[in-house]
Structures are given as structure tokens and as C-alpha cells.
């Protein structure tokens, strides 16, 4: 079956510090792969995507890259700020009907 | 374009009560999909819609669950008989069938609370 699996929360940085957040998937055939974010009271916003084995999806600072070998697509970030406080989705959409989530993982930016 | 939006926001029921959810899709979008997001976890599938037709609808979906999209623009989520374990966020996204690769646009959800 399709699955995400993150690294459990809550991570904690200080501000300025590097960012690594740990996602694994089980699919069948050559998902697409995201990540989303969520801030306190929102919806969930994508936040980059790949859509196949070595691309590297981008936005904000963040940077992601789809590798097929190892199946993960690790979020990363140079130098957290405070704004980026929020839970962090990945997910995985197997045949472009739907998306199939991980269990979240809540970042904290300490200033 | 405002993108998706869900109404209400926020429904506090009591157990046994019906409620319904409505999602207006962004415009141009063929594909519209329901989660449920419960404290602590990632959005769950339930359903999706491409145009009016209901195309696949998760195990999670009993019975007491119906949803629709009369005419391919908006969508209403019904729950009947509602139980505590119904507690949740519920969340809509659209998407134009074709460009899955651009992502899935979600609203802000509709918090349900049984009381």
C-alpha cells in the first residue's frame, strides 16, 4: 500500500539553527511527493513538491530532493526563524487522485 | 480567485444531530476532495469528486457519511447521527484533474465538535 512515514515531533531549534525533518514512503509505482505546512488556526499550504527520483522541489529556504534509492524526501532549511513555527506534512499522491499524509511534525523556532 | 473556502468554520453539535459542511472548489477546478484531520495526525482521505461524479470513497466513510456535488462546483459533506468520535477538522482541497503535480489547494476547514 501507500504510505508516509516523519520523524515524531516536536522538534525544537533555535533561531538560525539548521533544519532537518526526516520522511519516508512505501507506494506503489512513481508517486509525486509533497510538502505542505500548517500554521496554528490554517489550512494546510503546499509548501514544495518533486514529482520524480532526483528532483529537488524548493520554496521559501526550504528545499526537499526525491530520492527513489532510499525513498525519502527530507525537508531541510539552512536558518529557521521564528515564522516558521508550524506542523510539517509530507505526502505522497500515488496515482494523482489523492493525497496520503504522514503523521505530521510539529517545528518550534526558539528566538 | 479567493480559492477553496469551507463554511462554517467552527460547529458544535450534540450527539445524534445532523450537520452539513459546504466547500466552493477554486473555480476552474474539476477535482474536489474531503479529509478529516483529528488532533495530532495528518488528514485522512474520505472522498473525492471529479466533475459530479463521486469517483472513490475510503473505508473511513460509514454510513452515517454522505457527500455530493450536485451541478461540479460545490460540495456538501453530510454526517448523520453524529458521535463523539466525529470530533475533527474537516478539510476540503480542489485540483484540476491533469496537473496533480501542481499540488491540491486546501481550505481552512470546518472544526466539528459533539457534544
Known amino acids: 500500500g501507500n504510505s508516509v512515514t516523519q520523524m515524531e515531533g516536536p522538534v525544537t531549534l533555535s533561531e538560525e539553527a539548521f533544519l532537518t525533518i526526516n520522511c519516508t514512503y512505501t507506494?506503489?509505482?512513481?508517486?509525486?511527493l509533497f510538502w505542505y505546512v500548517q500554521y496554528p488556526g490554517e489550512g494546510l499550504q503546499l509548501l514544495l513538491k518533486?514529482?520524480?527520483?532526483?528532483d529537488k522541489g524548493s520554496n521559501k529556504g526550504f528545499e526537499a530532493t526525491y530520492r527513489k534509492e532510499t525513498t525519502s524526501f527530507h525537508l531541510e532549511k539552512g536558518s529557521v526563524q521564528v515564522s516558521d513555527s508550524a506542523v510539517y506534512f509530507c505526502?505522497?499522491?500515488?496515482?494523482?487522485?489523492?493525497?496520503?499524509f504522514g503523521a505530521g511534525t510539529i517545528l518550534r523556532v526558539k528566538s | 480567485d479567493t480559492g477553496v473556502s469551507q463554511d462554517p468554520r467552527h460547529k458544535i453539535t450534540k450527539r445524534g444531530q445532523n450537520v452539513t459542511f459546504r466547500c466552493d472548489p477554486i473555480?476552474?477546478?474539476?477535482?474536489l476532495y474531503w479529509y478529516r484531520q483529528t488532533l495530532g495526525q495528518g488528514p485522512e482521505f474520505l472522498t473525492y469528486?471529479?466533475?459530479?461524479?463521486?469517483?472513490?470513497k475510503s473505508r473511513l466513510l460509514s454510513d452515517r457519511f454522505s457527500a455530493e456535488r450536485p451541478k461540479g462546483s460545490f460540495s456538501t459533506l453530510e454526517i448523520q447521527r453524529t458521535e463523539q468520535g466525529d470530533s475533527a477538522m474537516y478539510l476540503c482541497?480542489?485540483?484540476?484533474?491533469?496537473?496533480?503535480?501542481?499540488?491540491?489547494?486546501f481550505g481552512s476547514g470546518t472544526r466539528l465538535t459533539v457534544v
Open positions: 482541497a480542489s485540483s484540476l484533474e491533469g496537473q496533480r503535480n501542481y499540488g491540491y489547494t
Open positions: 507506494a506503489t509505482g512513481y508517486p509525486s
Open positions: 518533486a514529482t520524480k527520483a532526483d
Open positions: 505526502a505522497l499522491s500515488p496515482y494523482g487522485n489523492k493525497l496520503v
Open positions: 473555480s476552474e477546478h474539476n477535482r
Open positions: 469528486f471529479q466533475n459530479e461524479a463521486q469517483l472513490e
